[in-house]
């Protein structure tokens, strides 16, 4: 994982928070062959599919430089959502793998991009990762979630992993990257702010 800060000015990171709240009060056109799907709370999924300032958002030249760090410069965009933690949500991200959920795509030249839209720190449960426990590439097995968790599955860590866990503290407008495989979680938000992240996901082709 790596972090990259203050990738958006602050009028791009203020217009992203625009769009979010936008998309938040009136949800977005449904996507091709999924009319009448609901609107999570607390989740805006592929909203650039739907309104090109997003599509515009996940090709901003200094995203795409950041990725291209990594990956290189062949890219592709498979997937992006908006996840969302009110304040005072009870809902935590159980520990999971980001590729457990995309059984469509292949290969280890896979990442998730987050984007800070609000400044994310302990209080509004920053997302926190476990260093190399991405070594290896290998998926790990999954067990339920419990009821309070935002997600279906989850994977059981020890105590030892879970100790090593490092938060991703950023400002809005600021980037993380982290591997498909990189174990990843956050708790759940017990401040008074808000805390949204746009994660875009690339792949190299």
Known sequence: Y????????????????????EAMAAPLPALPGRDGEPQRAGYVGEPHARDLRWLELCR??????????????????????????????????????????WPSVHGTDVITLWLA???????????????????????????TSDAHEMLSKKIA????????AVSLQMAAGSVSIHDSFLLHASGSNGSGRRRAGYTIRYCSS
């Not at 790596?2 to 709240?21: I, K, N, S």
Request: proline residues 7%.
């Open 117 to 143: 839209i609000d400044d994310a720190d302990t209080e509004n449960s920053a997302m926190m990762v476990i260093p190399e426990s991405h070594v290896g590439y290998r998926e790990s097995p999954t067990v």
């Open 2 to 21: 790596c972090l990259f800060p203050h990738v958006l000015t602050a009028q791009e990171a203020e217009a992203t928070r625009c769009m979010l709240d």
């Open 60 to 101: 901003h030249p200094r995203l795409l430089d950041a990725i291209e760090t990594i990956l290189g410069p062949n890219l592709i965009l498979a997937f992006s959502s908006v996840f969302v933690k009110l304040p005072e949500a009870p809902l935590k991200v159980a520990w999971h793998q980001d590729n457990t959920y």
């Open 157 to 164: 860590v020890t105590s030892s992993m879970e100790a090593r």
